[in-house]
């Protein structure tokens, strides 16, 4: 070979390998997305930046004329049918990203994929296996269940278009939030075979989750050479306001602990966090401290990976950036005629040099809401103008309602409704579902306090009418360019149930909180149950049946069209024991609504040993509904609080048809 020919086949050679080395970049680039989104996931240090990537929408099976079949009948569960069997329940157009989906009942029947106009589905797995952690790379703790609701987090990339069609007829409850991204963005679709660059993205955003219970005070994965540390220890008396920490030339704060977090443990929410940011002229924080770290009604709670109580440690590791200026303070509200506490803490807390980039970051601004919203109305848990996205939801509920109803905590019938620059874009199903929870009230659901590392449940209590909530949003952060407003209803539809909320919202932005409360003694008031308290027994809250607990039935049912639960046994003795809930001591007058039946004989209730009521005939030749039937007055103390009822009689007539019981506090 001639030396130009050997000169044109090295330059030609060169091209070649140029050019697949360009494309083999081209196309790694664009499969980042979900490495990019898996990223967001998990590093909290994203968490200031502006969403520049698209818009943030939800699908899900909301009843859309406005009533509160949300799933119940699959009525609204899909966008229409192929076929007898196959709903089709989402039908995009690309570019964008599945980054959230949830259900309260993963069914065994299959859900498939189709992305691109392929004719043939990606994704083609029995519905319950996006949740299960067991079918890669739907892995655990991404996917996973608790509080009654099953969940993945598992980015789900689309170029041109995604199709979801679930195949059977059992599709009830689900939520499918995605983003669309701007035209121009290269993505390369979803493949469950996934690339070792993907791999090792999706270990590492598995592994904050993961170490929540280890890691939880981790500096934010930052090298610790990188951070200055500013320690305070502060005391602090009523009416006092105390600034503690002043910086000044521009950086960021990475987190904050405090000790001693025992002395948040109040009914009452009295100390007051603020922050002020660079030249705004208003707090961009001031909320109620023991709230924005997770104590639900005077109790710690919340253990997640952003925030919340590590033994006596509270933490945050929200990341504070700033330009120029930071002040962070504590406000100590006084109330007259109480005795208050002086509080001492000490102060930790993590920065850094990095300024704010103003074009692509916003600063933490949090808001707080008290109130009782009025009938027809919702309540109003973020409303903002401008440019930012929303990270954090706490919600407290407390009924007020004190006509008869069924179910105390109804009122979490209620969906979130979110509304994006003048445009509604997220409707959801119930309130717990928008926690990723399900089944308020049912037993290892949504019945008790339960933290997982973004979302959870903060308190539920069916005597006491109340719960509270938490979710974080990281790569699922909701933007807004204009405005944003993130309201929850409190009933089915219609805003009828007498509730007491609060809110604490969280989110980045150019500007500070267009609406918010500043806190006072009266919208930090203890949350007050009704003075009637409903005793509703079932199966999660019964401490012990005999004799012998194995003869022992429980039945949930309608008799004459009341909900009922019916206790019967083999034997010729019925014992139930139920602990209550009392909120504050006192004496109470206890109500029972039931059906004299001929399964029933007799009936007594005791507290302990102590006998509220003689022996009453429950018997009769049919069913006959009995209602409010006073059985005596109990004094109560304040917290758990035992009551004990016996049945007797024959064998088959020895049980008890009960309706509802409550209690209803005596003036004193």
Avoid at 208 to 228: C, M, S
Avoid at 340 to 366: C, V
Avoid at 569 to 578: A, C, M, P, Y
Wanted: with cysteine.
């Amino acid at each position: 070979m001639n030396k130009p020919g050997l000169k044109n086949f090295l330059m030609m050679k060169y091209a070649l390998v140029f050019f697949f080395a360009s494309a083999t970049s081209f196309a790694q680039k664009a499969s980042n997305t979900l490495v990019e989104e898996l990223d967001m996931l998990n590093n909290i240090e994203l968490l200031p930046k502006y969403v520049e990537r698209g818009e943030a929408h939800m699908l899900s099976s909301y009843d859309s004329t406005g009533g509160n079949d949300d799933g119940f009948s699959g009525k609204y569960s899909f966008i229409r049918k192929e076929g007898e069997d196959r709903l089709v329940i989402a039908d995009l157009k690309g570019p964008g990203v599945i980054q959230r989906i949830w259900t309260p009942i993963p069914t065994r029947d299959t859900i498939q994929f189709y992305f691109d106009g392929e004719k043939e589905p990606r994704i083609n797995i029995k519905f319950e296996d996006l949740f299960t952690g067991k079918k890669y790379p739907f892995v655990a703790p991404l996917c996973g269940n608790e509080i009654g609701g099953y969940f993945s987090y598992i980015p789900i990339p689309f170029a041109k278009s995604l199709k979801i069609v679930y195949v059977g007829s059992g599709l009830k409850f689900h939520q499918i939030q995605y983003r669309l991204y701007k035209k121009n963005k290269k993505v390369t679709s979803f493949h469950v075979d996934l690339t070792e660059h993907e791999k090792k993205a999706l270990e590492r955003a598995s592994q904050p989750w993961i170490k929540v219970e280890k890691d939880q005070l981790g500096q934010n994965g930052r090298k610790k050479e990188n951070l200055k540390t500013y320690k305070k220890q502060v005391s602090i008396n009523p009416g006092e306001t105390l600034k503690w920490v002043e910086l000044s030339g521009g950086g960021r704060i990475v987190s904050i602990t405090m000790d001693n977090a025992s002395q948040l443990e109040s009914k009452n929410t009295d100390l007051i966090f603020r922050a002020k940011w660079d030249d705004d002229p208003n707090y961009g924080i001031n909320v109620p401290l023991a709230p924005l770290f997770g104590y639900a009604f005077g109790e710690k709670s919340m253990h997640s990976l952003l925030m919340g109580t590590d033994g006596e440690t509270n933490y945050t590791q929200l990341p504070m950036p700033f330009d120029d200026k930071a002040v962070l303070e504590l406000h100590y509200l006084k109330r007259d005629g109480t005795a208050q506490p002086t509080f001492d803490f000490e102060f930790t807390l993590a920065y850094s040099d990095e300024k704010r980039n103003p074009k692509k970051e916003g600063r933490l601004y949090a808001t707080w809401n008290r109130e009782f919203p009025k009938e027809g109305k919702p309540f109003t848990i973020l409303k903002q103008q401008g440019k930012g996205h929303h990270v954090g939801t706490l919600l407290f509920c407390q009924s007020t309602e004190e006509k008869d109803v069924w179910f105390p905590t109804g009122f979490f019938e209620g969906d979130d409704v979110t509304t994006i620059d003048g445009e509604l874009r997220m409707h959801g199903t119930g309130s717990e579902d928008y926690f990723n929870g399900g089944w308020y009230g049912v037993a290892d659901r949504w019945d008790a306090a339960h933290s997982l590392p973004i979302h959870g449940c903060l308190d539920y209590s069916i005597p006491l009418a109340r719960t509270a909530a938490y979710r974080f949003y990281t790569s699922d952060k909701v933007n807004f360019e204009q405005s944003y407003e993130l309201t929850i209803e409190h009933d089915g539809g219609e805003n009828k149930w007498a509730v007491d909320y609060g809110a604490i919202a969280l989110y980045y932005g150019d500007r500070p909180p267009t609406q918010t409360m500043e806190p006072t003694p009266m919208n930090t008031l203890e949350f007050t149950p009704p003075k009637r308290l409903e005793i509703v027994l079932n199966h999660f809250n019964i401490q012990s049946l005999a004799f012998p607990p194995e003869e022992v039935a429980v039945n949930y049912t309608k008799v004459k069209d009341k909900h009922v639960f019916k206790f019967s046994t083999k034997g010729k003795r019925l014992v139930v024991k139920n602990n209550l809930e009392v909120p504050v001591e006192g004496e109470y007058s206890l109500y029972i609504s039931y059906f004299k039946s001929p399964e029933s004989g007799s009936i007594r209730f005791f507290q302990r040993q102590k006998p509220v009521s003689e022996w009453i005939d429950i018997n009769a030749q049919e069913a006959q509904f009995t209602e409010n039937h006073k059985i005596g007055n109990i004094h109560f103390k304040e917290g758990k609080a035992p009551l004990t009822f016996w049945t007797k009689g024959e064998p088959g007539e020895n049980g008890f048809i009960l309706h509802k019981m409550f209690l209803v506090k005596n003036n004193q």
